[in-house]
Protein backbone atom coordinates (compact mmCIF):
# COMPACT_ATOMS: atom_id res chain seq x y z
CA UNK A 1 0.00 0.00 0.00
CA UNK A 2 1.67 3.73 -0.77
CA UNK A 3 0.33 6.74 0.74
CA UNK A 4 0.63 10.19 -0.61
CA UNK A 5 2.48 12.84 1.74
CA UNK A 6 0.23 15.20 1.21
CA UNK A 7 -1.35 16.17 4.46
CA UNK A 8 -0.33 14.65 8.43
CA UNK A 9 -3.89 13.77 9.39
CA UNK A 10 -3.34 11.54 5.74
CA UNK A 11 -0.20 10.39 6.52
CA UNK A 12 -1.60 9.01 10.11
CA UNK A 13 -4.64 7.30 8.96
CA UNK A 14 -2.56 5.76 5.94
CA UNK A 15 -0.25 4.46 8.65
CA UNK A 16 -2.21 2.92 10.83
CA UNK A 17 -4.54 1.15 8.62
CA UNK A 18 -1.53 -0.24 5.55
CA UNK A 19 0.24 -1.49 9.11
CA UNK A 20 -3.76 -3.24 9.96
CA UNK A 21 -4.60 -4.03 6.30
CA UNK A 22 -0.65 -5.90 5.38
CA UNK A 23 -1.12 -7.93 8.45
CA UNK A 24 -4.46 -9.12 7.59
CA UNK A 25 -2.74 -9.87 3.93
CA UNK A 26 0.27 -11.59 4.84
CA UNK A 27 0.37 -14.97 6.79
CA UNK A 28 1.56 -15.26 9.86
CA UNK A 29 4.73 -17.37 11.40
CA UNK A 30 3.41 -20.08 13.33
CA UNK A 31 3.53 -19.29 16.99
CA UNK A 32 2.46 -21.27 19.69
CA UNK A 33 -0.75 -21.08 20.72
CA UNK A 34 -1.66 -18.82 23.89
CA UNK A 35 -4.87 -18.58 25.55
CA UNK A 36 -5.93 -14.73 26.19
CA UNK A 37 -8.28 -13.79 28.93
CA UNK A 38 -11.63 -13.15 28.36
CA UNK A 39 -10.51 -9.45 30.26
CA UNK A 40 -7.35 -9.37 27.73
CA UNK A 41 -9.71 -10.07 24.69
CA UNK A 42 -12.44 -7.44 25.71
CA UNK A 43 -9.90 -5.03 26.23
CA UNK A 44 -7.96 -5.17 23.13
CA UNK A 45 -11.49 -5.43 21.19
CA UNK A 46 -12.75 -1.93 23.06
CA UNK A 47 -9.08 0.00 22.47
CA UNK A 48 -9.61 -0.74 19.02
CA UNK A 49 -12.60 0.55 18.59
CA UNK A 50 -12.07 3.40 20.47
CA UNK A 51 -8.64 3.55 17.96
CA UNK A 52 -11.28 3.46 15.13
CA UNK A 53 -13.53 6.04 16.51
CA UNK A 54 -10.51 8.46 17.01
CA UNK A 55 -9.60 8.12 13.57
CA UNK A 56 -12.76 9.15 11.93
CA UNK A 57 -13.28 11.82 14.17
CA UNK A 58 -10.09 13.03 12.26
CA UNK A 59 -10.84 12.39 9.47
CA UNK A 60 -14.46 14.16 9.68
CA UNK A 61 -12.54 17.09 10.80
CA UNK A 62 -10.33 17.34 8.34
CA UNK A 63 -12.49 17.19 5.59
CA UNK A 64 -14.53 19.78 6.41
CA UNK A 65 -11.31 21.44 6.99
CA UNK A 66 -10.52 21.08 3.23
CA UNK A 67 -14.38 21.92 2.37
CA UNK A 68 -13.97 25.14 3.50
CA UNK A 69 -10.39 25.71 1.32
CA UNK A 70 -12.07 24.87 -1.16
CA UNK A 71 -14.95 27.25 -0.87
CA UNK A 72 -12.41 29.98 -0.31
CA UNK A 73 -10.38 29.07 -3.40
CA UNK A 74 -13.67 28.85 -5.35
CA UNK A 75 -14.38 32.16 -3.81
CA UNK A 76 -11.17 33.74 -4.21
CA UNK A 77 -11.05 32.38 -8.53
CA UNK A 78 -13.92 34.47 -9.01
CA UNK A 79 -13.29 37.52 -6.90
CA UNK A 80 -9.57 37.62 -8.41
CA UNK A 81 -10.07 36.62 -11.80
CA UNK A 82 -10.11 39.50 -14.38
CA UNK A 83 -13.51 41.00 -14.45
CA UNK A 84 -16.18 40.78 -17.76
CA UNK A 85 -15.55 43.00 -20.55
CA UNK A 86 -11.91 44.41 -19.05
CA UNK A 87 -9.24 43.75 -21.21
CA UNK A 88 -6.05 42.34 -19.48
CA UNK A 89 -3.35 44.92 -19.13
CA UNK A 90 -1.13 45.07 -21.57
CA UNK A 91 2.72 43.47 -21.14
CA UNK A 92 1.43 41.31 -18.21
CA UNK A 93 2.25 37.68 -19.77
CA UNK A 94 0.58 35.08 -16.80
CA UNK A 95 3.21 33.56 -14.66
CA UNK A 96 3.82 30.14 -15.45
CA UNK A 97 3.66 27.22 -12.73
CA UNK A 98 6.46 25.47 -11.78
CA UNK A 99 6.88 21.53 -13.04
CA UNK A 100 6.92 19.81 -9.70
CA UNK A 101 3.64 22.47 -8.35
CA UNK A 102 0.47 21.20 -9.32
CA UNK A 103 -2.86 23.77 -9.90
CA UNK A 104 -4.45 24.20 -6.46
CA UNK A 105 -7.34 22.60 -7.83
CA UNK A 106 -5.75 19.32 -8.70
CA UNK A 107 -3.94 19.59 -5.32
CA UNK A 108 -7.26 19.69 -3.81
CA UNK A 109 -9.20 16.89 -5.44
CA UNK A 110 -5.97 14.55 -4.63
CA UNK A 111 -6.37 15.39 -1.15
CA UNK A 112 -9.73 14.69 -1.25
CA UNK A 113 -9.54 11.41 -3.24
CA UNK A 114 -7.09 10.72 -0.12
CA UNK A 115 -9.05 11.26 2.22
CA UNK A 116 -12.41 9.20 0.94
CA UNK A 117 -10.32 6.02 0.41
CA UNK A 118 -8.82 6.03 3.78
CA UNK A 119 -12.37 6.81 5.65
CA UNK A 120 -13.32 3.94 3.49
CA UNK A 121 -11.04 1.83 4.71
CA UNK A 122 -11.78 3.17 8.45
CA UNK A 123 -15.01 1.56 7.51
CA UNK A 124 -14.48 -1.46 6.80
CA UNK A 125 -12.19 -1.62 9.81
CA UNK A 126 -14.76 -0.17 12.11
CA UNK A 127 -17.04 -3.44 10.90
CA UNK A 128 -14.47 -5.97 11.01
CA UNK A 129 -13.75 -4.76 14.93
CA UNK A 130 -17.11 -4.42 15.29
CA UNK A 131 -17.58 -8.33 14.66
CA UNK A 132 -14.89 -9.46 16.64
CA UNK A 133 -16.51 -7.77 19.42
CA UNK A 134 -19.88 -10.05 18.76
CA UNK A 135 -17.43 -12.78 18.07
CA UNK A 136 -16.21 -12.52 21.85
CA UNK A 137 -19.15 -11.45 23.54
CA UNK A 138 -20.62 -15.05 22.13
CA UNK A 139 -17.68 -17.28 23.06
CA UNK A 140 -17.75 -15.49 26.90
CA UNK A 141 -21.48 -16.62 26.97
CA UNK A 142 -20.79 -20.22 25.58
CA UNK A 143 -17.80 -20.54 28.43
CA UNK A 144 -19.79 -19.47 30.94
CA UNK A 145 -22.55 -21.53 30.31
CA UNK A 146 -19.52 -24.58 30.04
CA UNK A 147 -17.91 -23.25 33.31
CA UNK A 148 -21.54 -23.48 35.01
CA UNK A 149 -21.99 -27.34 33.70
CA UNK A 150 -18.32 -27.91 34.86
CA UNK A 151 -19.14 -26.58 38.52
CA UNK A 152 -22.13 -28.43 38.52
CA UNK A 153 -20.52 -31.78 37.47
CA UNK A 154 -17.46 -30.85 40.08
CA UNK A 155 -20.13 -30.37 43.00
CA UNK A 156 -21.83 -33.30 42.29
CA UNK A 157 -18.72 -35.80 42.11
CA UNK A 158 -17.46 -34.45 45.19
CA UNK A 159 -20.78 -35.16 47.00
CA UNK A 160 -20.47 -38.64 45.88
CA UNK A 161 -16.76 -38.92 46.87
CA UNK A 162 -18.08 -37.35 50.27
CA UNK A 163 -20.62 -40.21 50.69
CA UNK A 164 -17.89 -42.93 50.48
CA UNK A 165 -16.41 -43.48 54.72
CA UNK A 166 -13.50 -44.24 52.96
CA UNK A 167 -12.62 -40.49 51.60
CA UNK A 168 -12.45 -37.10 53.87
CA UNK A 169 -15.74 -36.28 55.29
CA UNK A 170 -15.47 -32.06 54.27
CA UNK A 171 -15.87 -30.47 51.18
CA UNK A 172 -12.49 -30.25 49.87
CA UNK A 173 -12.61 -26.62 50.20
CA UNK A 174 -13.44 -26.26 53.55
CA UNK A 175 -10.66 -25.87 56.39
CA UNK A 176 -9.62 -28.68 58.19
CA UNK A 177 -9.73 -28.64 61.92
CA UNK A 178 -6.07 -27.75 63.49
CA UNK A 179 -6.53 -30.04 66.37
CA UNK A 180 -5.73 -33.26 65.21
CA UNK A 181 -7.15 -34.70 68.22
CA UNK A 182 -10.42 -33.25 67.75
CA UNK A 183 -10.40 -34.15 64.25
CA UNK A 184 -10.02 -37.42 65.45
CA UNK A 185 -12.56 -38.01 68.19
CA UNK A 186 -15.55 -37.10 65.38
CA UNK A 187 -14.12 -39.71 62.78
CA UNK A 188 -16.76 -42.39 63.75
CA UNK A 189 -19.65 -40.26 62.94
CA UNK A 190 -21.08 -37.05 61.25
CA UNK A 191 -22.82 -34.23 62.84
CA UNK A 192 -26.10 -33.94 63.31
CA UNK A 193 -26.47 -30.57 61.86
CA UNK A 194 -24.85 -27.00 61.71
CA UNK A 195 -25.41 -25.89 64.97
CA UNK A 196 -23.70 -29.11 66.14
CA UNK A 197 -20.48 -28.29 64.11
CA UNK A 198 -21.01 -24.73 65.52
CA UNK A 199 -20.83 -26.31 69.11
CA UNK A 200 -18.09 -27.95 67.89
CA UNK A 201 -16.01 -24.47 67.21
CA UNK A 202 -16.91 -24.63 63.78
CA UNK A 203 -16.62 -21.36 62.25
CA UNK A 204 -15.87 -21.22 59.03
CA UNK A 205 -19.25 -21.26 56.55
CA UNK A 206 -19.60 -23.55 53.84
CA UNK A 207 -20.51 -27.16 52.75
CA UNK A 208 -20.73 -29.67 55.10
CA UNK A 209 -21.26 -33.30 55.32
CA UNK A 210 -24.00 -33.86 58.13
CA UNK A 211 -26.63 -37.33 59.36
CA UNK A 212 -29.43 -36.24 61.18
CA UNK A 213 -31.06 -39.12 63.56
CA UNK A 214 -32.45 -41.79 61.39
CA UNK A 215 -31.52 -40.41 57.91
CA UNK A 216 -28.74 -41.33 55.22
CA UNK A 217 -25.97 -38.53 55.41
CA UNK A 218 -26.06 -35.51 52.67
CA UNK A 219 -24.07 -32.17 51.84
CA UNK A 220 -25.18 -29.02 53.40
CA UNK A 221 -24.71 -25.54 53.12
CA UNK A 222 -23.74 -23.88 56.77
CA UNK A 223 -24.00 -20.62 57.70
CA UNK A 224 -21.79 -19.85 60.86
CA UNK A 225 -23.64 -16.63 62.42
CA UNK A 226 -23.28 -15.28 66.39
CA UNK A 227 -25.69 -17.37 67.48
CA UNK A 228 -25.47 -20.65 66.20
CA UNK A 229 -25.06 -22.55 62.76
CA UNK A 230 -27.95 -22.69 60.58
CA UNK A 231 -28.82 -24.97 57.66
CA UNK A 232 -29.34 -23.12 54.55
CA UNK A 233 -32.26 -24.60 52.16
CA UNK A 234 -33.14 -22.76 49.57
CA UNK A 235 -31.25 -19.83 47.66
CA UNK A 236 -32.43 -17.70 44.55
CA UNK A 237 -30.21 -15.50 43.03
CA UNK A 238 -30.15 -15.59 39.53
CA UNK A 239 -32.36 -18.10 37.99
CA UNK A 240 -30.58 -20.70 36.62
CA UNK A 241 -32.05 -22.99 38.40
CA UNK A 242 -35.87 -23.92 37.21
CA UNK A 243 -38.35 -23.81 40.81
CA UNK A 244 -41.58 -24.91 39.37
CA UNK A 245 -41.20 -28.91 40.21
CA UNK A 246 -42.91 -31.33 40.58
CA UNK A 247 -43.83 -32.84 44.34
CA UNK A 248 -40.99 -35.52 44.35
CA UNK A 249 -38.67 -33.01 43.67
CA UNK A 250 -39.44 -31.03 46.23
CA UNK A 251 -39.76 -33.81 48.42
CA UNK A 252 -36.13 -35.15 47.27
CA UNK A 253 -34.34 -31.49 46.76
CA UNK A 254 -32.87 -30.15 43.85
CA UNK A 255 -30.41 -27.28 42.28
CA UNK A 256 -26.46 -26.55 42.60
CA UNK A 257 -25.90 -26.33 46.51
CA UNK A 258 -23.32 -23.67 45.04
CA UNK A 259 -25.43 -21.94 43.50
CA UNK A 260 -29.46 -21.94 43.14
CA UNK A 261 -31.16 -24.98 44.68
CA UNK A 262 -33.43 -26.21 47.08
CA UNK A 263 -32.84 -28.29 49.73
CA UNK A 264 -35.66 -30.86 50.02
CA UNK A 265 -38.30 -31.17 51.95
CA UNK A 266 -37.32 -34.89 53.52
CA UNK A 267 -34.13 -33.32 54.44
CA UNK A 268 -35.17 -30.75 55.95
CA UNK A 269 -37.99 -32.52 58.28
CA UNK A 270 -35.34 -34.78 59.29
CA UNK A 271 -32.80 -31.99 60.35
CA UNK A 272 -35.64 -30.62 62.51
CA UNK A 273 -36.64 -34.04 64.17
CA UNK A 274 -40.17 -33.02 64.69
CA UNK A 275 -38.65 -30.70 67.51
CA UNK A 276 -39.13 -27.32 65.95
CA UNK A 277 -36.90 -24.56 65.45
CA UNK A 278 -36.17 -21.42 63.71
CA UNK A 279 -36.67 -20.31 60.35
CA UNK A 280 -35.22 -17.34 58.78
CA UNK A 281 -35.75 -15.64 55.36
CA UNK A 282 -33.55 -13.08 53.85
CA UNK A 283 -34.61 -10.79 50.91
CA UNK A 284 -33.31 -8.26 48.93
CA UNK A 285 -35.10 -6.09 46.47
CA UNK A 286 -33.79 -4.80 42.72
CA UNK A 287 -32.76 -1.70 44.62
CA UNK A 288 -29.88 -3.05 47.07
CA UNK A 289 -32.49 -2.89 49.85
CA UNK A 290 -32.68 -6.27 52.53
CA UNK A 291 -34.70 -7.67 54.90
CA UNK A 292 -34.23 -10.52 57.29
CA UNK A 293 -36.96 -12.37 59.23
CA UNK A 294 -36.64 -14.96 61.63
CA UNK A 295 -39.30 -16.79 63.50
CA UNK A 296 -40.46 -20.41 65.26
CA UNK A 297 -41.40 -23.30 62.96
CA UNK A 298 -42.23 -26.63 63.58
CA UNK A 299 -42.23 -29.08 60.17
CA UNK A 300 -44.31 -32.05 59.91
CA UNK A 301 -43.57 -35.29 57.78
CA UNK A 302 -44.90 -36.61 54.32
CA UNK A 303 -48.09 -37.45 55.80
CA UNK A 304 -49.10 -34.20 56.65
CA UNK A 305 -47.72 -32.61 52.89
CA UNK A 306 -44.83 -31.24 55.42
CA UNK A 307 -46.81 -28.41 56.87
CA UNK A 308 -46.00 -25.47 58.33
CA UNK A 309 -46.81 -24.85 61.64
CA UNK A 310 -47.03 -21.08 62.34
CA UNK A 311 -47.89 -19.65 65.84
CA UNK A 312 -50.62 -16.61 65.95
CA UNK A 313 -48.62 -13.65 66.37
CA UNK A 314 -46.39 -15.17 63.93
CA UNK A 315 -49.09 -16.04 61.22
CA UNK A 316 -50.55 -12.35 61.76
CA UNK A 317 -47.23 -10.58 61.73
CA UNK A 318 -47.14 -12.18 57.94
CA UNK A 319 -50.69 -11.61 56.63
CA UNK A 320 -52.02 -14.04 57.53
CA UNK A 321 -56.21 -14.01 58.33
CA UNK A 322 -58.81 -16.08 59.80
CA UNK A 323 -56.12 -17.65 62.80
CA UNK A 324 -57.46 -19.85 65.24
CA UNK A 325 -55.92 -19.56 68.72
CA UNK A 326 -53.51 -22.52 68.15
CA UNK A 327 -51.83 -20.85 64.94
CA UNK A 328 -51.73 -21.71 61.38
CA UNK A 329 -50.90 -25.10 58.91
CA UNK A 330 -49.55 -24.73 56.24
CA UNK A 331 -49.28 -27.45 53.74
CA UNK A 332 -46.65 -27.57 51.34
CA UNK A 333 -48.12 -27.33 47.58
CA UNK A 334 -46.92 -28.20 44.01
CA UNK A 335 -49.02 -27.78 40.95
CA UNK A 336 -49.01 -32.05 41.19
CA UNK A 337 -50.15 -32.23 44.47
CA UNK A 338 -52.44 -29.54 45.74
CA UNK A 339 -52.57 -29.06 49.41
CA UNK A 340 -52.89 -25.40 49.60
CA UNK A 341 -56.54 -23.80 51.90
CA UNK A 342 -57.72 -22.45 48.36
CA UNK A 343 -60.59 -24.72 47.51
CA UNK A 344 -61.13 -23.05 44.16
CA UNK A 345 -57.80 -22.51 42.81
CA UNK A 346 -54.33 -24.66 42.74
CA UNK A 347 -52.11 -21.60 43.81
CA UNK A 348 -48.89 -23.86 42.88
CA UNK A 349 -50.65 -23.89 38.95
CA UNK A 350 -51.79 -20.76 38.78
CA UNK A 351 -48.79 -19.23 40.25
CA UNK A 352 -45.38 -21.26 39.99
CA UNK A 353 -43.36 -23.48 41.57
CA UNK A 354 -43.82 -25.32 44.97
CA UNK A 355 -44.82 -23.59 48.55
CA UNK A 356 -46.40 -23.32 51.86
CA UNK A 357 -49.51 -21.90 49.91
CA UNK A 358 -52.35 -20.62 52.17
CA UNK A 359 -55.16 -18.04 49.53
CA UNK A 360 -51.97 -17.60 46.67
CA UNK A 361 -51.83 -14.33 48.54
CA UNK A 362 -49.03 -13.98 51.33
CA UNK A 363 -45.81 -14.97 49.95
CA UNK A 364 -43.88 -17.52 47.47
CA UNK A 365 -40.20 -17.70 47.27
CA UNK A 366 -40.11 -20.39 45.27
CA UNK A 367 -42.05 -18.55 41.86
CA UNK A 368 -41.09 -17.68 38.88
CA UNK A 369 -37.24 -15.73 38.56
CA UNK A 370 -37.83 -12.70 36.78
CA UNK A 371 -34.10 -10.91 36.03
CA UNK A 372 -36.42 -7.65 35.72
CA UNK A 373 -39.47 -5.95 36.44
CA UNK A 374 -42.13 -6.90 33.89
CA UNK A 375 -44.34 -4.48 33.12
CA UNK A 376 -47.71 -6.85 33.20
CA UNK A 377 -49.19 -7.12 36.77
CA UNK A 378 -50.73 -10.59 35.48
CA UNK A 379 -47.10 -11.65 35.23
CA UNK A 380 -45.52 -10.04 38.26
CA UNK A 381 -48.03 -12.19 40.59
CA UNK A 382 -46.04 -15.30 39.33
CA UNK A 383 -42.86 -13.94 40.48
CA UNK A 384 -41.03 -13.98 43.87
CA UNK A 385 -42.94 -12.06 46.60
CA UNK A 386 -43.44 -11.06 50.18
CA UNK A 387 -46.33 -9.56 50.47
CA UNK A 388 -45.75 -7.85 54.05
CA UNK A 389 -42.57 -6.05 52.57
CA UNK A 390 -42.31 -4.97 49.31
CA UNK A 391 -46.03 -6.02 48.24
CA UNK A 392 -47.87 -8.62 46.69
CA UNK A 393 -46.78 -7.52 42.80
CA UNK A 394 -42.70 -6.72 43.32
CA UNK A 395 -40.84 -9.76 41.98
CA UNK A 396 -37.71 -10.19 44.63
CA UNK A 397 -34.17 -10.46 42.99
CA UNK A 398 -32.74 -12.75 45.54
CA UNK A 399 -33.78 -14.85 48.71
CA UNK A 400 -32.10 -17.21 51.22
CA UNK A 401 -34.30 -19.03 53.44
CA UNK A 402 -32.18 -20.64 56.23
CA UNK A 403 -33.59 -23.31 59.23
CA UNK A 404 -31.89 -24.49 62.82
CA UNK A 405 -33.21 -26.90 65.27
CA UNK A 406 -34.21 -26.36 68.52
CA UNK A 407 -32.08 -27.38 71.45
CA UNK A 408 -33.89 -30.57 72.55
CA UNK A 409 -34.07 -28.52 76.47
CA UNK A 410 -35.70 -25.89 74.35
CA UNK A 411 -37.97 -27.51 72.71
CA UNK A 412 -39.23 -29.76 75.54
CA UNK A 413 -39.66 -26.72 77.82
Known amino acids: MRCAPSAGAALVLCAATAGLLSAQGRPAPPEPPRFASWDELNVLAHGLLQLGHGLREHVERTRGQLGEIERRLNACGAACGPAAGTASPPHAPERPLPADEAPPNDTLGSLQMQLKAQNSRIEQLFQKVAQQQRNLEKQHLKIQSLQTQVDHLASTHLELGMANPSRGKRFPKMAQH ?139 KLGAAAISPSGLSLPFSTWDQDHDLRRDKNCAKALSGGWWFGTCSHSNLNGHYFRSIPRQRQQRKKGIFWKTWRGRYYPLQATTILIKPAAPAAAAA
Open 178 to 316: KDPAHNSSRLHRLPRDCQELFEEGERQSGLFQIQPKGSPPFLVNCEMAADGGWTVIQRRQDGSVNFDQPWEAYKAGFGDPQGEFWLGLEKVHSITGGLGGRLAVQLQDWEGNAESLQFPIQLGGEDTAYSLQLTAPVAS
